[in-house]
């Protein structure tokens, strides 16, 4: 059983969403410097592709924050991002994965989801896979987790990597009947992140019974965090890392 699941079936464990993002800009290396200031176990990034090819951090579709509506991370490439998004600034400008790993791999765990967008072609989701996964390298402690909404995706990186930990997030809407095929068609996957408002006895004794990982967002409000700790769950990722710890520890 890999080291994370031994961990978290004695405790929670706390992922910053995008670092502290409440009190910096998103999936920069200040949000991430500033979730660290709490005992948090580890934060959840985002990953899409420039156009030309580098693995960066970015969570939304568009580029609506800095003032390019309807325009996409894949509109441009690695250079001309790093002067629209906070220029001059080293701790808000826009993160490489690359140096994201150098910088935290080792000072956290990290979940690593891969951001594939519908106006993509099949190859480009392959090739962002394939370089998180080269850029990633040896991980022989499991420290870092890769996850997506896209199965296909994570087939693919099953493929490349058999033995690297996947779990497949879940939308709203998938019902448990869709986990409980899942668990016989996609055995591979450690787990699944659910949205909090999914989580039930059902879903929880289901996964449980398999081995699986459960993680769970975004838990921001109290009842929210009560409900994670309550079941257990093994990821609870949360904007406000440093409330969950208080109600984790108190």
């Known amino acids: 059983m890999p080291e994370l699941m031994q961990d978290s079936f004695r405790r929670c464990l706390i992922y910053a969403h995008r670092g502290a993002n409440t009190e910096a800009m998103e999936n920069t290396r200040e949000a991430f410097d500033k979730a660290l200031h709490y005992a948090i176990d580890g934060i959840e990034t985002d990953v ?36 629209m998004i906070n220029p001059g600034s080293s701790g808000q400008g826009i993160m490489t994965l690359q140096d994201f790993l150098i910088a935290f791999r080792q000072r956290c765990r990290l979940l690593i989801e891969i951001k594939n967008r519908d106006w993509e072609p099949v190859s480009r989701h392959a090739l962002k896979m394939q370089k998180t996964l080269d850029l990633i390298g040896r991980d022989p402690d499991q420290r870092i987790i890769i996850s ?64 699986k990982l459960i993680g769970v967002y975004t838990c921001n409000s109290n009842a929210e ?26």
Request: aromatic content about 8%; overall charge negative.
């Open 148 to 211: 997506s909404f896209n199965l296909a995706s994570l087939e693919y990186a099953h493929q490349l990597q058999p033995e690297f930990p996947l779990i497949y997030n879940l939308e709203p809407d998938q019902t448990t009947s869709e986990i409980r095929q899942l668990l016989k068609t996609h055995e591979f996957l450690q787990g699944f992140c659910l949205p909090i408002e999914s989580l039930q006895q059902e879903v929880v004794e289901l996964l449980r019974a398999q081995a």
């Open 225 to 250: 965090i009560n409900t994670a700790l309550q079941f257990a769950v093994d990821i609870l990722i949360s904007d406000v890392p440093q409330k969950a710890l208080m109600m984790r520890d108190p």
């Open 48 to 83: 899409q592709l420039t156009r030309d090819d580098i693995p960066v951090l970015w969570h939304d579709r568009f580029l609506d924050k800095i003032g390019l509506n309807n325009k996409h991370i894949d509109d441009f490439d690695h250079y001309q991002l790093q002067s």
